[in-house]
């Protein structure tokens, strides 16, 4: 899981950079029609980044829901102990500080 958020997180870089980049020239340029081009190529790469981006969110809840069940199973069968136990509070008595 976390070789595909870092991937995640590497594209999504690559992407900001490249728009950004794309952007800062088609401002430059002050959007002439003869910028048209570039301007649906932003809109491709953001889509292709979209789409890109909530497969590696599926693969993510995928692992996610597969750590969970092996959890389950293994808390189940004794192997592990249950993580979000409430810890238990000492007596009253040894809370108070005497004088």
């Known amino acids: 899981m976390r070789r595909s958020e870092s991937q995640r997180a590497v594209l999504t870089n690559y992407i900001l950079?490249?728009?950004?980049?794309?952007?800062?020239?088609?401002?430059?340029?002050?959007?002439?029609?003869?910028?048209l081009p570039l301007?649906?190529?932003v809109t491709v790469i953001g889509g292709y980044g979209a789409v890109i981006a909530a497969n590696y969110h599926e693969?993510?809840?995928?692992?996610l829901t597969q750590a969970r069940a092996l959890t389950t199973t293994?808390?189940?069968?004794?192997?592990?102990?249950?993580?979000?136990?409430?810890r238990r509070r000492p007596p009253k008595a040894q809370l108070e500080i005497s004088p």
Not at 74 to 86: T, Y
């Open 17 to 35: 950079v490249i728009v950004a980049g794309v952007s800062g020239f088609l401002v430059q340029q002050q959007l002439r029609p003869i910028t």
């Open 74 to 86: 293994r808390v189940d069968l004794g192997a592990a102990r249950q993580q979000h136990r409430p």
């Open 39 to 41: 301007s649906i190529l």
């Open 59 to 63: 693969r993510a809840n995928y692992h």
